[in-house]
């Protein structure tokens, strides 16, 4: 006969009676389950096909990433050519290559070498087929061509996929969502579930923004109104500001420190003014050289660029050593908040283009529940009869097992902050029918 000690038998009741109480909040409405102490708050989540939610679908933008992969090809070969300081004309980017023109033949295959150096393995160490990232080869007349192959192309791609739902997730989570679904779909697609978001206004503004931030000076040189004629010196561009009315400004492209070197973002309350700002602070690599940019150019205006738009330009009164700083600019709250999230959250490799949205409305999931309620309760009754009448007293232990293992389950559950979805649903039920089918052998071998 199997036999428990007492410390044995009392620790067994204790541990399901705890887990058990962990189900409770589930059977109370959720603004009563707020008033009680935070630890005891935990419960299970409805997923999307429950309580309805946001569905999205975001494709990342082919085009750019082709565009942006032209354009680093184009740099290194700029770099490369000084570096070894080998004279070269029209460095131009078009269609899938890169061309250049090397002014000295003689110069030509010490030029090949080391362009060539540029092209590595596609899928890192190991290669792809043999497949590498560029093919360089002598166009003549002095032209040296670098092409892009299609397959680094989609190996960008993957890699840009790959980083998007990195900083999609971190996004998403700052709204303070629970249990959303970020997954690949596809090659080039990325598919978001939030449960619970009905208006997914505000998570498509945050998806939508690439939010490539950079530091970059404004050019004095020029004026904004003879820019805009096409007076725009090689090294600048205008870009306009994200305020109304807009703005245009003479920027130069030289990018003075990046969003990447950011390590915080918090959204504050100016001391002096009380308006809206966005605190943030540098890496000790971004702050080494954001107080070297400031130290160089005080007095001088600067600009900080997000997406391309200027979204506040003050002048360097002094160098800015601390590594932190703010920005202001005629903020609202809720864009100061969302500001912070998205410099956070880093910047996406490339765009992203929604092509499906859809709302699940909560109309659908509380069908779903009701129904499925109306089965557990037409299934346990059933499942509780049969077996009181078939094995009396046993069918009593039988059901009250049953029931403490359905408990536990929900109680581990809420204990994680679980998804419950309709699949959940499914397999506790078929828990329990385990449950059942192990204690029906059980009394039959007794019975026997």
């Known amino acids: 006969m199997l036999y428990f000690t007492r410390w044995k038998a009392l620790a067994i009741i204790l541990s399901a009676l705890v887990v058990c109480l962990c189900a409770v909040p589930n059977f109370f409405p959720e603004h009563t389950v707020k008033t009680w102490p935070k630890w005891a708050q935990r419960h299970l989540v409805l997923g999307l096909d429950l309580q309805g939610g946001s569905h999205i679908l975001l494709e990342v933008d082919a085009n750019s990433v082709k565009k942006d992969k032209l354009d680093q090809v184009r740099d290194d070969v700029r770099r490369v050519l000084r570096e070894n300081k080998i004279p070269y004309t029209g460095l131009t980017a078009r269609g899938d290559y890169v061309e250049v023109r090397i002014s000295k033949d003689d110069e030509r295959p010490t030029a090949l070498t080391k362009l060539r150096e540029l092209s590595q393995p596609l899928g890192g160490l190991l290669g792809a087929n043999g497949q590498r990232s560029l093919d360089v080869s002598d166009a003549g007349d002095g032209l040296i061509r670098l092409t892009v192959p299609p397959a680094a192309i989609a190996d960008r791609i993957r890699q840009s996929v790959d980083q998007s739902i990195q900083i999609v997730e971190r996004r998403v989570n700052e709204l303070g969502t629970v249990e959303p679904l970020i997954q690949r779909q596809g090659s080039d697609r990325i598919l978001v579930q939030v449960p619970g978001l009905q208006d997914p206004t505000r998570l498509k503004e945050l998806l939508g923004k690439t939010a490539k931030l950079d530091f970059r000076m404004v050019d004095p040189t020029v004026p904004a109104d003879q820019a805009m004629r096409g007076g725009v010196p090689p090294d600048s561009e205008v870009l306009m500001s994200s305020q109304s009315p807009k703005i245009p400004y003479v920027i130069k492209k030289q ?74 600019g005629n903020f609202t709250v809720q864009q100061a908040n ?45 499942v509780i009869v049969f077996m009181l009448l078939t094995y009396r007293l046993f069918g009593v232990f039988a059901n009250i097992a049953v029931a403490i293992n359905v408990a536990m389950i929900f109680g581990v559950l ?18 329990v029918g385990i449950a059942v089918d192990s204690n029906v052998l059980i009394y039959e071998r007794i019975r026997e």
């Not at 950011?262 to 100016?270: E, I, K, N, R, S």
């Not at 500001?339 to 499906?356: D, H, K």
């Not at 809420?414 to 828990?431: E, F, K, Q, R, Y």
């Open 414 to 431: 809420s204990l994680l902050n679980a998804t419950l979805t309709l699949p959940g649903i499914a397999g506790i039920v078929l828990t």
């Open 255 to 328: 990018v003075l420190v990046s969003g990447a070197d950011l390590t915080d973002a918090q959204p504050g309350f100016d001391q002096r003014s009380g308006e809206p700002i966005v605190s943030f602070r540098f890496n000790s690599f971004g702050a080494r050289k954001f107080a070297r940019a400031t130290t160089d150019n005080v007095g001088q205006p600067f600009a900080i660029v997000l997406d391309n738009e200027v979204i506040s330009a003050p002048v360097i009164r002094e160098p800015i050593v601390s590594g932190s700083g703010q920005i202001s």
């Open 338 to 382: 969302d500001l912070s999230i998205l410099m956070r959250a880093g910047a996406l490799p490339a765009p992203l283009t929604i092509i499906e949205e859809r709302t699940v409305g909560p109309g659908l999931g509380q069908d779903s529940i009701e129904k499925g309620e109306l089965a557990a309760y037409v299934g346990s009754i059933l």
